[in-house]
């Protein structure tokens, strides 16, 4: 069938050119704001395969989406990542293969991701200090991971983004010290606002505070705001003449958050999450064991966007039925 993209819009006159894309619930660290506990396995591993994710971002890509990011879980944990991003990356249409990783063999494995067909990457790192670092995340990593950065810097990305979650105690006293990470480095540098979420409602209210404290640090220091392409994430992102970097911030409590989205979900067994803090899911998997399929799968994507909502309901305590961010890859 010859390749010719079409237009994904929803109710509300909304365009989407962006999936975010689970390929596993897994994950290895134990982020105090998702899996204190760690990630504890619940039934069988039965997540999307290659030749399933293949099909499915053609199918996405023949509806218009151009950008596909992978997300978990850790996503690296997956053996095949490689070839996922290889299959992802071959995709017509598609010009922007990304991915959402906790950096934990960064290092050690980012030339073979950029060769693989990777463009873009997102490490999220939510402290500079080591102590911190180790106390979210439950791992002495840091230092690696800022190697694994430093690294994928040379392998020619066409953008790197680091994220930090914003929280209480890590807030406004290493605002300092993420802008000096940034003042040689490219590449930008996102606070996400802490998300309430099904598991968390105590974290959440000992641990959040308003993505405004960022933006008054920033604007008191002359950052101003950047232009937004049309295929980006919600970020906000400042510049400044004296920083090669920028410093961002994902703030899902403004007013207005969910007006410009761009971006469907579906979740790393086959499920189409119309917004992460939504309720259920349209199953996708079915129409993926044969190529043939497309057709059927592309009337069920297109049909599912009738019931998109003009956006979540975090302002009133209701994260919908999203138990943590593994769950559907935040």
């Not at 959440?204 to 220091?221: D, M, N, P, Q, Y």
């Not at 992102?237 to 969910?258: S, T, V």
């Not at 349209?282 to 190529?291: G, I, M, T």
Request: charged share 25%; with cysteine; aromatic share 8%.
């Amino acid at each position: 069938m010859a390749f010719d993209a079409g237009h994904l819009t929803d109710g509300f006159g909304r365009r989407f050119r962006y999936l975010r894309l689970s390929v596993t619930e897994v994950c290895n660290f134990r982020c105090t704001y998702c899996l204190p506990d760690g990630w504890k396995r619940q039934g069988p591993l039965s997540f999307l395969t290659p030749d399933e994710i293949e099909r499915l971002v053609h199918g996405f890509a023949r509806l218009g989406l151009a950008k596909v990011r992978l997300t978990g879980g850790e996503p690296t944990v997956r053996r095949d990542f490689a070839e996922i991003v290889a299959r992802v990356a071959a995709t017509p249409g598609v010009d922007k293969v990304a991915v959402t990783t906790n950096g934990w063999n960064l290092n050690k494995r980012v030339q073979d991701w950029r060769d693989a067909g990777l463009t873009h990457l997102n490490v999220s790192l939510d402290s500079l200090d080591r102590d911190g670092f180790r106390a979210i995340t439950g791992h002495d990593r840091c230092d690696d991971v800022i190697r694994g950065i430093d690294a994928a810097m040379a392998a020619d990305f066409q953008a790197i983004k680091v994220n930090a979650v914003l929280l209480r105690e890590t807030a406004e006293a290493g605002f300092d010290a993420w802008a000096s990470f940034v003042r040689e480095r490219p590449m930008a540098v996102r606070f996400i606002e802490l998300m309430r979420t099904a598991d968390n409602a105590d974290y959440f209210a000992a641990h959040h505070i308003s993505g405004t404290v960022l933006r008054a640090w920033l604007e008191a220091r002359g950052w101003t705001l950047t232009t937004r392409q049309a295929d980006s994430g919600p970020a906000q992102e400042y510049q400044h003449p004296d920083y090669a970097g920028r410093l961002g911030l994902i703030a899902p409590y403004a007013p207005g958050f969910c007006d410009s989205c761009n971006r469907l979900r579906v979740s790393a067994r086959g499920q189409l999450r119309l917004c992460l803090f939504g309720q259920g899911g349209v199953p996708l998997r079915v129409f993926l064991q044969d190529a043939d399929q497309e057709p059927e799968l592309i009337a069920a994507i297109t049909a599912a966007m009738t019931g998109k909502r003009d956006g979540h309901r975090l302002a009133q305590g209701d994260p919908g039925d999203l138990v943590n961010l593994a769950a559907f890859g935040g």
